[in-house]
Each structure stands twice: as structure tokens, then as C-alpha cells.
């Protein structure tokens, strides 16, 4: 079992669409849960990151971490073209007073229609 | 608003070369990462380095490859004799300690390795 999986995608919505992008993961040990946003040929750009389970909310984005699923999700509310991206999410096994490696999914790309 | 950079953005090197890829990190991180995207696959993790030393590798992080913080800005990542597999896109990474842990990474963006 692969310790990320995101759904494949490509995903396709109208503009002002809600999005669901979703991974889930099989180690326990996750603690920390990102999503990042990756435009072609570019680098990952932070946009949301999250401690344990709950929600947190930015904006149209909210993150969602369910912990006993192990289960992550983004949401983009009034979806605009310029999210078109590919979505990556990430989470990593943070040690107290130690830096540790993030572990990606493969990505989604979303595509959304004006 | 700060940001990590690398340079350069596009290196096409020889097989069997050495390449350098050099990054300027967030100037009060304190960790700092490589990792690579080969075209269509995941990002992946390479090595992690702290306190001038290297916290965790992976296993692609072979004697191949080398990093070095050389002054208190740059960071580097060695690629003693490239190999036509080495061709990816090249993520340096770095963050900040808060509340006595490392949190989130963020990213520069990219070096795009061609190895011929």
C-alpha cells in the first residue's frame, strides 16, 4: 500500500463550482498535513497546512484532516479559473526537536471552466 | 514577501558530469530540503540538513549526491557524475522552528536538470 494516495484526477468543474480533492494515507504517524498548489514547471506553494484532525479555513479553501480515517481534504469554494493548478497534498512525522521529510501524493489537476 | 531561489533554472549538463544546484533559502529557516520531480511523477524527498549536518536522506540520496551549506546563505546540492536518470526537476525547500519544531516547508521554484 502506498503510504499517499490523491485521487487521480484530472478534474474539470464551471467556474464557481465547490471542489473536493481528497488523499488518504496509511501511516499513523502522520502528524501534519499540507496542500500545496503547483503550477506548471513551477515550484510548490504552500496553502494550507494543518495540525492534526479538524478543519482550518482560509478564504474560499478550507483543509479538513480526519485522523481516524485517515483522511485528508481540500475544499475550494466559488472555484475561479486562476486555481487552475495541479493540487498536491503532503504530510510529514514531525519530531520534537527534529525536522523531518514530507511525504507528497501524486498530485490532481484541476481544470476549471470560465 | 520572502522566498526561497535557485539557480539556475535550467542546467543541461554531460553524462557522467558534476552538476551544482544552488539555492538561497529563507533567511531565518533553519532546515532545509531537496527534493526532486522527475516529468509526471511525485515530488520526492532527497535529504534534509540541520545544524550543518544532514538530518534524514532517502534512498535515491546515494554517494552520487552531496550537499553543502558553503556560508550562511547558500545551499547546495552535488551530483558527482550525472546519470541519464538524474533528469528531474530539482525543489530546494526550507522552514522555520516554531514552538521548538520545524513546521511547514516552503518551496523555491526549481531546477530543471537535463542530463544528455
Known amino acids: 500500500q502506498k503510504e499517499v494516495e490523491q485521487d487521480p484526477g484530472p478534474l474539470s468543474v464551471p467556474e464557481g463550482a465547490i471542489v473536493s480533492l481528497n488523499c488518504t494515507y496509511s501511516n499513523s504517524a502522520f502528524q501534519y498535513f499540507m496542500w500545496y498548489r503547483q503550477y506548471s514547471r513551477k515550484g510548490p506553494e504552500l496553502l494550507m497546512y494543518?495540525?492534526?484532525?479538524g478543519n482550518k479555513e482560509d478564504g474560499r479553501f478550507t483543509a479538513q484532516v480526519d485522523k481516524s480515517s485517515k483522511y485528508i481534504s481540500l475544499f475550494i469554494r466559488d472555484s475561479q479559473p486562476s486555481d487552475s493548478a495541479t493540487y498536491l497534498c503532503?504530510?510529514?512525522?514531525?519530531?520534537?526537536?527534529?525536522?523531518?521529510?514530507?511525504?507528497f501524493g501524486k498530485g490532481i489537476t484541476l481544470s476549471v471552466r470560465p | 514577501e520572502p522566498e526561497v531561489t535557485q539557480t539556475p533554472s535550467h542546467q543541461v549538463t554531460q553524462m557522467g558530469q558534476e552538476v551544482i544546484l544552488r539555492c538561497v533559502p529563507i533567511?531565518?529557516?533553519?532546515?532545509f530540503y531537496w527534493y526532486r520531480q522527475i516529468l509526471g511523477q511525485k515530488v520526492e524527498f532527497l535529504v534534509s540538513?540541520?545544524?550543518?549536518?544532514?538530518?534524514?536522506k532517502s534512498e535515491i540520496f546515494d554517494d552520487q549526491f552531496s550537499v553543502e551549506r558553503p556560508d550562511g546563505s547558500n545551499f547546495t546540492l552535488k551530483i558527482r557524475s550525472t546519470k541519464l536518470e538524474d533528469s528531474a526537476m530539482y525543489f530546494c525547500a526550507s522552514s522555520p522552528r516554531t514552538g521548538g519544531r520545524n513546521t511547514e516547508a516552503f518551496f523555491g521554484q526549481g531546477t530543471r536538470l537535463t542530463v544528455v
Open positions: 494543518t495540525y492534526s484532525s
Open positions: 503532503a504530510m510529514s512525522d514531525l519530531r520534537t526537536g527534529a525536522n523531518s521529510k514530507l511525504t
Open positions: 540538513f540541520y545544524n550543518n549536518e544532514i538530518s534524514e
Open positions: 533567511s531565518n529557516h533553519l532546515y
